[in-house]
């Protein structure tokens, strides 16, 4: 596959399984819904894009490590997921939104390399926990 269209494809796949993860969010009227997990999952898939870009571009003319751009949203998300935790009390909300942000920026980074198969397996685990695992702890 040509590696422009592949680019393509990989963002194109990012955004809808971020929209999927964040579909459900947005049903659940939470702070992080479906555009905001979109545009996590595209952003960290162009990271790891870029980071594949530069790779091939420089490698063997410097030591490159292509996975420090991807190494860099795994932390840096946790400042975008820690703005949905609120305290309302003795309570504290929004602990499982940025854990979904977490996990769809991992998603993007997955399909920004081109590992599809690993972004949509791990897409339909966390739908599932997120759906399926919320009526077992209501019931």
């Not at 971020?18 to 947005?26: A, F, L, P, T």
């Not at 198969?117 to 209501?138: C, D, W």
């Amino acid at each position: 596959m040509n590696f422009y269209l592949s680019i393509a494809v990989r963002l194109m796949l990012a955004a809808v399984l971020g929209g999927i993860i964040g579909s459900e969010r947005e049903s659940l009227k939470r702070p992080a819904g479906f555009r905001t997990h979109i545009l996590v999952c595209v952003g960290s898939a162009l990271a790891m894009i870029t980071s594949e870009f530069i790779f091939r571009r420089y490698s063997g003319i410097v030591n490159i490590d292509p996975a420090r751009l991807g190494a860099q949203v795994i932390s840096g998300i946790g400042f975008l997921g820690a703005g949905t935790i609120i305290r309302d009390g003795v309570n504290v909300r929004g602990l499982t939104t940025a854990a979904s942000l977490w996990a769809v920026a991992c998603v993007g980074i997955a399909a920004g390399i081109g590992f599809y198969e690993g972004a949509v397996a791990a897409s339909v685990i966390i739908y599932i926990t997120l759906i399926m695992l919320k009526r077992m702890e209501l019931g």
